[in-house]
């Protein structure tokens, strides 16, 4: 005998709880669970799951009555957050429930544990051409391979005297742009797409919910990593590293893209790269005013024989496994 599905229960108990209630706030939830509230004027429906990790157990108030997502009465104050749907039903007001659900422990792959407030690099905005001369700069110093642990860099990968990277950025509607200059004697790609780190060009990454922990390594399922060099004579950007569509429903794909505009531009002993980031090529960040994440560049160098050193503008890329939570953290300024 086939198992019957639980599918039209957990539809029914879904109708049942909710009805046409219009759903009027989204919660504070972390970043690995969802939670909205739909309000039925006498009372507040709170439907809420956790997609991404393991159950996660939460306290709740005596105010509230949950239900399973078959509909069953949960008659504990105590549940186990997980991917099945569970609804919180309560007289309380969305303000009361957004402060309740700012007290919950979702756990450290949802809010950060609280720090000081970090400085901000503020990212001025341009309708339509880019006043380069106007831009957020940021200048590049020695990669430092032991920004996690404390150690030193390693010796062995040492800018020559000389050798400068400076990175200008702006944003508009279209995307995030970039001006990186870097300085050094000559211009050697590498020739593998895949491996174009070990020639001259970039890497940058992002960070773009801020969730990276400072005690954590690697990066997490909203991070980005691009490289951007030359290749087979012509700029071409590999993404290595993309957030996952559950984020923003937006698929990603890895390898040579399209969805980064790039330009390299080679005159003696500097090199341009002019960069935009198309909106879903950073995303979930979102390109309005306010919006803030963390980012890096970091510059390889190559004397025609191997590279030699690195520069960069924040430590994390350059780290074994990576540590986004060392990357500079810039905010979307608005019109002027």
């Not at 198992?3 to 209630?21: G, H, K, N, T």
């Not at 004697?185 to 593998?192: A, I, L, N, Q």
């Not at 290595?240 to 923003?248: G, I, P, T, V």
Request: with cysteine; net charge neutral; glycine share 8%.
């Amino acid at each position: 005998m086939a198992r019957p599905s639980c599918l039209p229960y957990a539809q029914r108990a879904l109708m049942d709880l909710i009805e046409e209630a219009p759903c009027v706030k989204e919660l504070d939830a972390g970043i690995s669970s969802r939670a909205y509230v739909f309000d039925r004027g006498d009372r507040r429906v709170v439907a809420m799951w956790k997609f991404m990790g393991e159950p996660r157990k939460l306290k709740l108030p005596a105010q509230a009555l949950v239900y399973g997502f078959m509909g069953t009465p949960e008659e504990k104050d105590e549940i186990a957050l997980d991917a099945f749907p569970q609804y919180l039903v309560t007289k309380l007001s969305v303000d009361k429930l957004e402060k309740m659900f700012a007290e919950l422990d979702f756990g450290a792959s949802g809010k950060a544990a609280a720090e000081a407030p970090r400085e901000q690099l503020k990212v001025p905005y341009f309708e339509r051409d880019v006043d380069w001369s106007r831009a957020a700069v940021v200048a590049g110093r020695k990669a430092d391979s032991g920004a996690r642990s404390g150690k030193r860099a390693a010796a062995s990968c040492e800018p020559k005297p000389g050798d400068a990277l400076e990175v200008r950025l702006a944003w508009n509607r279209t995307g995030l742009m970039m001006r990186v200059v870097v300085e050094k004697d000559g211009f050697h790609p590498e020739g593998e797409v895949m491996n174009t780190w070990k020639g001259d060009g970039l890497q940058i990454a992002f960070d773009t919910t801020k969730n990276a922990q400072r005690a954590g390594f690697g990066y997490e399922d909203d991070d980005f990593e691009y490289d951007l060099a030359m290749f087979g004579g012509k700029p071409t950007v590999y993404r290595r590293k993309a957030s996952l569509a559950y984020h923003d429903s937006l698929h990603k794909p890895l390898g040579v893209v399209e969805d980064v505009a790039l330009d390299i531009r080679n005159e003696g002993r500097k090199t341009v790269y002019t960069i935009r980031f198309a909106p879903q090529s950073v995303s979930p960040f979102r390109l309005d005013a306010g919006e803030s994440m963390r980012f890096a560049v970091l510059a390889n160098l190559n004397d025609g024989k191997a590279r030699y050193g690195a520069l960069e503008t924040a430590p994390g890329i350059f780290v074994s496994g990576k540590w986004p939570y060392g990357f500079q953290e810039m905010v979307l300024a608005g019109r002027q």
